[in-house]
Structures are given as C-alpha cells and as structure tokens.
Nanobody
Framework: QVRLVESEGGSVQSGGSLRLSCQTS????????LGWFRQAPGKEREGVAA???????EYGDSVKGRFTISQDNAKTTLYLDMDSLEPEDTAIYYC????????????????WGQGTQVTVSS
C-alpha cells in the first residue's frame, strides 16, 4: 500500500524560501513518478513538479527556475525546495504517486497525501 505523508507547511514572506517534505513508502522502486501538486482557493489543482525512478524531472511553467524536486538516496523522502516565493504560490500542496515515467498528468496519480498549507505574504 502506497503511503504518502507531507510534513507541515508554513508561512513565509514574499521572496523567501521553504522546503516541503513527504514521507513515502509502499511503492515499487523500479517504475514510479512522484509529484507535487497544489490547489489555491477557488482554483483548480495544478501540477508543480515531478520526479521518476530514473531521476528525470518535470516542472510546471509557473515554478520553473524557482522550485526544485528531489528525493533522498533511500527513496523514502520526497522534497520540494521553493525559492523566490510569491503570494501566488499560496496553496495547499499535495504529494502524489503514479506508476511509470515522469509525468504531471494528474489523472495518472492514484495515491495522494493529505496536503499541507503554504502561505506567502506580500
């Protein structure tokens, strides 16, 4: 059983940085895509970043150059390093799991964490 548990998010001022973590377990290590998604109030959920078992990454256009996705060597923790944060990055952030190569296609993700709030103030 795939299990995903996000760490507590946080609040930061515009221009600041924040790291999110997601404890991951119960999934096949030979083929997977782990992703971060976010949903702001009144908006649809959007893909932020993803990484697969080969280390390939994919980023949403709005975060390219500012966010970095990574995993620890043991493949137990997924990270999202967020720099140059803007108020528009305020959202609930979710980690999620899909089978197969790197993707940000939301429908392919079958397992989701509970979500964690990130708030960026101006």
């Amino acid at each position: 059983q795939v299990r995903l548990v996000e760490s507590e998010g946080g609040s930061v001022q515009s221009g600041g940085s924040l790291r999110l973590s997601c404890q991951t377990s119960g999934y096949r290590l030979d083929t997977y895509s782990l992703g971060w998604f976010r949903q702001a109030p009144g908006k649809e959920r959007e893909g932020v970043a993803a990484i697969d078992n080969d280390g390939r990454t994919e980023y949403g256009d709005s975060v390219k150059g500012r966010f970095t996705i990574s995993q620890d060597n043991a493949k137990t923790t997924l990270y999202l390093d967020m720099d140059s944060l803007e108020p528009e990055d305020t959202a609930i952030y979710y980690c999620a799991h899909a089978m197969g190569p790197v993707t940000l296609v939301e429908d392919l993700f079958g397992y989701w964490g509970q979500g964690t709030q990130v708030t960026v103030s101006s």
